[in-house]
């Protein structure tokens, strides 16, 4: 993800003294002259405007401020030496809330503030009441705040689910796995093998344009997105894809808004043809003794003989039930002689799974 900056929004302090609302940029409360305590919690507004005075663009981009080791008095992180009593900063405790999340971007001051006192809407900019002088504070109530919505499933929907997991998990257990020995005596055998044709003809696939052969015939393309990166590509298209913006703390009692973007970039997918050998039919022989073949094909020219299968069955008599054991090996099944006697291990419901003599 790449961090795109989209300026600077002021918070806000309120006085622990006399719990008047301050701007972030001022070090004294307005109301009391109380100084700033450098554990002082900065908050945004409901609504935020990006800082564009030059000044405080200065203070904000100082990053976190330094509080005087000997008077406390609190310094931009810029600063070498305290304004107020002069000694090296370098000693001093700089602001620990830098890089703090304070809440996803909400532009506009169109909103009004209303007076805790009297109950007059004022301008959002407003620092008190015009009708009555209350100091107005700009936080955001508890009630207001967005509600985390409760994510993921409750306990017992889960403990449902587990249940179901184990019903099945017992029932494939029963019903595929388990199995009872039965003894059984081959009563018939059959056999199928088969080979598949090929032929070298023109078939259709899709890959990027740049991992074509050089052989391949385009037959169309179109642009898809390849892949998702941090930054923009140096060239072809890419589209930008960010998230809601959101205030992070400079510890100066102002907040970076910051974007988190990603670039899904663009290429060229294409359909094409080229030759290669590709299955068209298959050729089978079926039988039902124990002394398979390989079926024979005509080939034709630019033909020639593909994969091959074969499957073989032993038919078992056992207790007036009939159990068909199904298997790819030659060999297994040559042992099928009619008339000789097997162990069957046969699930619940009447697969055989193994035999053995
Ligand atoms: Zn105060
Ligand atoms: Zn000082
Ligand atoms: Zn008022």
Same mark, same amino acid.
């Given at each position: 993800m790449a961090r795109k900056k989209k300026g600077y929004v002021e918070l806000y302090w309120a006085c622990p003294n006399c719990k008047s609302e301050n701007l972030g940029s001022v070090t004294v409360c307005g109301n009391c002259g109380s100084p700033q305590p450098d554990n002082v919690e900065f908050y945004q507004g409901s609504h935020q405007q990006l800082v564009t005075d030059d000044e405080k663009l200065k203070q904000a981009k100082a990053g976190a401020d330094i509080h005087c080791a000997y008077c406390n008095t609190r310094n931009p992180g810029d600063t070498k030496t305290c304004s107020q009593c002069g000694s090296d900063l370098s000693e001093g405790a700089q602001r620990a809330s830098e890089g703090?999340?304070?809440?996803?971007?909400?532009?506009?001051? +169109? $909103?009004?503030? !209303?007076?805790?006192?009297?109950?007059s809407d004022n301008a959002y900019v407003n620092r008190k009441c015009h009708n009555c002088g209350t100091p107005l504070s700009h936080k955001i109530k508890a009630d207001e705040e967005p509600k985390a919505k +409760? $994510?993921?499933? !409750?306990?017992?929907?889960l403990m449902?689910?587990?249940a179901v997991v184990l019903v099945l998990c017992a029932a494939i257990y029963f019903l595929f796995l388990r199995t009872s020995d039965v003894t059984g005596v081959v009563r018939t055998v059959g056999w199928e093998r088969s080979v598949a044709i090929e032929a070298f003809i023109p078939v259709q696939r899709e890959a990027w344009l740049d991992e074509l052969g050089a052989d391949a015939e385009i037959l169309s393309c179109s642009e898809e997105v390849r892949h998702v990166q941090d930054?923009?590509?140096?060239?072809?298209?890419?589209?930008?894809?960010?998230?809601?913006?959101?205030?992070v703390e400079t510890g100066g009692g102002?907040?970076?808004?910051?974007?988190?973007?990603?670039?899904?970039?663009?290429?060229?997918?294409c359909t094409y043809s080229e030759l290669d050998w590709t299955p068209i039919s298959t050729v089978q022989t079926v039988g039902r003794d124990l002394f398979p073949?390989?079926?024979?094909?005509?080939?034709?020219?630019?033909?020639?003989l593909g994969e091959q299968s074969e499957s073989y069955a032993c038919i078992f008599a056992a207790g007036g039930e009939e159990y068909i054991y199904t298997t790819d090996s030659f060999t297994e099944f040559q042992q099928c002689e009619i008339g000789s006697e097997w162990t069957l291990s046969v699930t619940s419901l009447g697969a055989v799974t193994s035999i053995s003599q």
């Open positions: 703090r999340v304070v809440g996803s971007f909400k532009a506009g001051t +169109g $909103a009004l503030v !209303k007076c805790p006192n009297c109950a +409760g $994510a993921g499933l !409750k306990r017992g929907s449902v689910i587990g930054a923009p590509p140096a060239s072809g298209r890419y589209e930008e894809v960010c998230g809601t913006p959101y205030n102002f907040a970076e808004v910051v974007q988190d973007c990603e670039y899904q970039v663009y290429d060229q997918y073949d390989w079926p024979a094909a005509a080939l034709a020219s630019e033909e020639r």
